[in-house]
C-alpha cells in the first residue's frame, strides 16, 4: 500500500466523526435538543480552555494518572511474580493457580466495599482496586505465555548449558514477550476503567470526581469534557505500550494484513 | 594408537518399559564422519541425545574425549532436525549465542557467517530466511564453540533434495576445515553414504548394531561415483537382516510390503 493511499485511508476514518460533531452543533444551535443535556462542540471546547487555563484540568489528569500508574505498576508486578511461578513450576501451579482463578470469578467492583471498609476513602483503596483490575489481564497472558513457549526452543537453551535465571532470560521471556505484552495493554486499559470507578465512589480529585461534580451540578459539559480526557488518556497510554510492542516484537513471524 | 573421541557402551536405555537401545557399543576416532542409519524407532537419535547430554538416565558407560557427556560441553555441538533459531534474535546473536546477550558481536560469529554464505544476514531476523539458509546459520551456531564433535540429528531432512546436496557439500568443507568430527543420524541412505566413512546400521528395537558398512572413498566425493551406490546396497542388505531378498523392514510402520524395486529408492523411513 503507498503512504498516499495511507494516508487516504486514515482521512476517511476522520468522514463519520467529523460529520457527527457538525451535526451533534446543528442540532444544538438549532434548538432541537437543550444545550444544558447536550452541551454543542464549541461549547466543550470553552469548557475545556477554562480547566485547561485556571490549571484545574492538568491537576486532575495529573492525580488520575498517577493513580493509575501506581496501580497499573503494583498489579502488573505482582502479576509477573506469581505468573512466572506459576507458569514456571508445576507445583506452583498446583497450589497457586485454583486459588487465583477464583479469585478472578469475583467481578473486580465487588470489592469496592470492603476496601473502602478496610483501606478507608483515601488513596489506598484506590490503588488497590486499580491494582486488582490489572492483576487478571497480565496474569493470565502471561501463565499462558509461558506454558505455550516451544520445548524445542527450551531444549535449545539446554543444550547451551542455561539453567534457571538464565533460561528464564534468554529463552522463556523473549518467547512470551508477545502474551505479555497482550497482558499489559488490556491490564492497562482495564486500570483506566477502574480508576474511573473508584473515583466515582470517593474523591475530591480526579476525572471520576469531575464526572461527579459534572453531574451533581448539573454541567453536562463537564461530564464530556472528563470522558474525552479520559479516552484521549487511555488511547495515549496505550499508545506507548503499541509503540513498545511493535519496536520489541519486530521479529515475530505473523500476519501482516496483506494476504499472500 | 590413540584413544578414541568418542567411547559409547550403552547397556539399556528405556522410555517407561520400552526399551530403544540393548547392549550397544561404538567408538569414533577423531576426524571420522559416521553416520548412523535404520529403521525409525530404532534408537538411534535416542543414541545422539544420550552424546550430547540431553538424555542422562540410562545404563553403561559414554566418554568424550574421555569423559562423561554433559550439557554444554565445548567439545560437542548439536544440530536439529530443525534450525531452531531464537526467533527473537538477529542470525548473528543466534550464531554467536554461546558468547552471551550480545553475542553476535563476537569476531567469530562474522567468520562462520561468511563461511555458512550468510555475511549479508547477519542482522537479518529468523523469518526473513529460507529453510536452507536458516539451517546453515543453525550448523553456524552448532561450530562456534569449535567442538571436536559435531552431532547432526537428521539434520537436513525438512529441506528439498537440491538444497540437501548443497548443505552436505557444506557441511563436509566446514567440517574439513576445522577438523570435526561427525556423527550423523539419518533416515537418507544416499546422504549416509556420501557424507561418511562409516555407516552404522541399526536394528529396529531394541536399537542394536546390525551391521557397520565402510565408504573409503577419497575426498571430495563425486556423487555418480559406483561404490557409494555399492555402499548404499550393503546398508540395504544390512537393513533387510542380511538377506537379498525383501524382508520386512519395520512392519509397524509399512502396511503394504513394497516390491524390492521400491526400495531401491534407497531412501527409508518415511514410507508411511
Known amino acids: 500500500m503507498s503512504t498516499l493511499s495511507i494516508a487516504a485511508g486514515q482521512a476517511r476514518g476522520w468522514v463519520l466523526p467529523l460529520a457527527l460533531l457538525a451535526l451533534w452543533e446543528a442540532v444544538v444551535q438549532a434548538g432541537w435538543v437543550g444545550a444544558h443535556l447536550l452541551p454543542p462542540p464549541s461549547e466543550l471546547v470553552r469548557t475545556l480552555h477554562d480547566l485547561a487555563t485556571d490549571g484545574a484540568l492538568l491537576g486532575h489528569i495529573g492525580i488520575s494518572s498517577l493513580r493509575v500508574l501506581a496501580g497499573f505498576a503494583i498489579g502488573a508486578s505482582l502479576a509477573l511474580l506469581v505468573g512466572a511461578a506459576v507458569g514456571l513450576s508445576r507445583q506452583a501451579e498446583a497450589y497457586l493457580d485454583p486459588t487465583f482463578q477464583a479469585l478472578r470469578a469475583i467481578p473486580s467492583l465487588a470489592w469496592v466495599p470492603l476496601l473502602l471498609l478496610w483501606l478507608g476513602i483515601d488513596e489506598a483503596p484506590k490503588i488497590t482496586l486499580i491494582a486488582i483490575g490489572a492483576f487478571f489481564p497480565v496474569y493470565l497472558n502471561f501463565v499462558a505465555g509461558i506454558q505455550n513457549v516451544d520445548r524445542k526452543l527450551v531444549e535449545v537453551g539446554g543444550i547451551f548449558g542455561l539453567k534457571g535465571w538464565a533460561l528464564v532470560a534468554r529463552i522463556f521471556l523473549p518467547a512470551t514477550l508477545p502474551n505479555l505484552f497482550t497482558g499489559l495493554r488490556s491490564g492497562l486499559s482495564l486500570a483506566w476503567m477502574f480508576l474511573v470507578a473508584a473515583e466515582l465512589i470517593a474523591a475530591t480529585r480526579g476525572l471520576g470526581y469531575l464526572l461527579t461534580d459534572g453531574r451533581e451540578t448539573a454541567r453536562a459539559d463537564l461530564v464530556i469534557v472528563a470522558i474525552i480526557v479520559l479516552a484521549l488518556l487511555g488511547k495515549l497510554s496505550d499508545g506507548v505500550l503499541q509503540r513498545a510492542e511493535k519496536r520489541l516484537l519486530g521479529w515475530r513471524d505473523v500476519f501482516d494484513g496483506r494476504a499472500a | ?272
Open chain 2, 1 to 272: 594408537m590413540s584413544k578414541p573421541l568418542l567411547q559409547l557402551q550403552v547397556e539399556e536405555k528405556s522410555f517407561r518399559a520400552h526399551r530403544v537401545i540393548d547392549r550397544l557399543a561404538l567408538d569414533i576416532r577423531a576426524g571420522e564422519a559416521v553416520s548412523l542409519v535404520g529403521p525409525s524407532g530404532c534408537g538411534k537419535s535416542t543414541l545422539l541425545r544420550i552424546v550430547a547430554g540431553l538424555e542422562t538416565d540410562y545404563a553403561g558407560r559414554v566418554l568424550v574425549k574421555g569423559a562423561a557427556p554433559q550439557l554444554h560441553s565445548p567439545d560437542v555441538g548439536f544440530i536439529f532436525q530443525e534450525p531452531r533459531l531464537l526467533p527473537w534474535l538477529s542470525v548473528a546473536d543466534n550464531v554467536g549465542f554461546e558468547a552471551g546477550r550480545h553475542g553476535g558481536r563476537h569476531p567469530r560469529v562474522r567468520e562462520l557467517l561468511a563461511e555458512v554464505g550468510l555475511a549479508a544476514f547477519a542482522d537479518a531476523w529468523p523469518k526473513q530466511l529460507s529453510g536452507g539458509m536458516a539451517q546453515r546459520a543453525a550448523i553456524a551456531r552448532g561450530l562456534f564453540t569449535q567442538p571436536a564433535l559435531l552431532l547432526l540429528d537428521e539434520p537436513f531432512s525438512a529441506v528439498d533434495a537440491f538444497t540437501r546436496m548443497r548443505l552436505q557439500d557444506l557441511l563436509l568443507s566446514v567440517a574439513a576445515h576445522h577438523g570435526t568430527t561427525l556423527l550423523l543420524v539419518t533416515h537418507d541412505i544416499d546422504e549416509a553414504a556420501y557424507l561418511s566413512d562409516r555407516i552404522v546400521v541399526m536394528d529396529s528395537g531394541p536399537g542394536r548394531i546390525a551391521g557397520e558398512v565402510a565408504v573409503p572413498l577419497p575426498r571430495p566425493r563425486d556423487r555418480r561415483n559406483p561404490a557409494l551406490a555399492r555402499a548404499e546396497a550393503e546398508v540395504l542388505t544390512l537393513l533387510n537382516g542380511g538377506q537379498q531378498g525383501y524382508r520386512d523392514i519395520a512392519p509397524d510402520i509399512v502396511a503394504a510390503p513394497p516390491t524390492p524395486t521400491q526400495l531401491n529408492g534407497a531412501t527409508l523411513g518415511f514410507a508411511v
